[in-house]
């Protein structure tokens, strides 16, 4: 399947099915003087002699997040300017959301910018390949230093799935849960039943599928992150936190703020729009490990989460809540206001 971009300039395809990486790379890569493949070096290893065999010379990435610290970031810069890399080249972004951020974010930033394309190869990366959003970690936050920089395509081959261990696909699951309840009820009910004996990749394609639809919906009518696009971050504000105060793996800390998001939606809309026992049971059936939240320590997600790129008021956290499923909207939460959220959260578990 290929979904086109419909932004006024600058499109690019999203081509996304089985089998395709091999037959649709050169039309990318015959463009181009200089092509250099930037691969999640665990995803080249378990690759390199398959669906990888007719790469040379990849550019091996540090695995998953580490590709995104200050020091692996600069060695990849100084790998390709000392490859000789000039303004006419591509990049060719081989890996999970982590490699797509670091190497989208080099491509932005090397020579002032090149080209590049996104193959993902995790579930998780059908949503972060998505949209031209780059970026790496600071010790201050996830993400705090970045770029918007479109890519000229992504071939999303779902053979790369098929590899996957099961925490890779429980994490990648969140961000398929996340556009669920942003499109509407009945899509959160027909991917809840397909799922509700386990994840099934074969089951969750069509999903998959809808997920990047409804992203691309709301990166098209916001591309800069200024309104409805920000609804995309339901269950990131808190999840970030939780994932960068207990190294949690991305798709599963913000699954667990997609809990907390429902449980404080219902506290702002003064009833019980979503049915939080249901959902706990949902997701602790998968495997999401939500009692986790007990956990938490108000003070310090409260802390990080000041300092998310959302907040517009000093003393308040920018959070995405819903209406009901379907309906999303941004609100400014005073500080001890979500204090007592989570506190109170905690003890209703």
Do not use: W
């Amino acid at each position: 399947m290929k979904i086109m971009t419909q932004y006024k300039d600058g499109n690019y395809a999203i081509e996304v099915a089985r089998g395709i990486l091999e037959d649709r790379i050169g039309d990318y890569t015959d463009k181009y003087d200089q092509v250099f493949y930037l691969a999640d070096k665990n995803v080249y290893q378990l690759h390199k002699n398959g669906k990888l065999s007719f790469i040379e010379d990849p550019i091996l990435m540090e695995q998953g997040e580490a590709s995104k610290y200050f020091d692996a970031f600069s060695n990849l810069l100084e790998t390709l300017l000392a490859k000789g890399v000039q303004r006419n080249c591509l990049l060719v972004v081989i890996g999970g959301g982590a490699a797509g951020d670091a190497g989208g974010f080099a491509a932005a930033t090397v020579l002032r910018g090149v080209d590049y394309i996104h193959v993902p190869t995790t579930l998780l990366a059908h949503d972060s390949s998505i949209g031209g959003k780059t970026a790496i970690n600071s010790r201050h936050g996830k993400n705090l230093i970045g770029a918007f920089h479109r890519p000229k395509g992504v071939i999303y081959d779902l053979d790369f799935l098929d590899t996957l261990p099961e925490s890779e696909i429980l994490s990648g699951f969140g961000e398929v849960i996340k556009h669920a309840l942003l499109k509407d009820k009945e899509t959160v009910d027909a991917l809840m039943d397909v799922t509700k004996d386990g994840i099934a990749l074969d089951m969750i394609e069509p999903f998959i599928i809808k997920g990047i639809e409804t992203k691309m919906e709301h990166v098209l009518r916001d591309e800069n992150e200024s309104g409805m696009r920000k609804h995309l971050n339901l269950g990131h504000t808190l999840g970030h936190a939780i994932e960068y105060t207990y190294r949690m793996p991305h798709g599963i800390a913000v699954t667990l703020g997609i809990y907390a998001a429902l449980y404080i939606s219902n506290e702002l809309n003064q009833e019980d729009t979503f049915d939080l026992a249901c959902f706990y049971e949902y997701f602790r059936g998968l495997g999401y490990p939500v009692e986790k939240l007990k956990m938490l320590e108000a003070s310090d997600m409260i802390s990080l989460m000041t300092k998310d790129k959302k907040n517009q008021t000093s003393g308040r956290v920018g959070y995405i809540v819903l209406e009901e499923a379907g309906r999303a909207r941004f609100t400014q939460i005073d500080g001890k206001k979500l204090t007592k959220f989570i506190n109170d959260l905690k003890e209703s578990l």
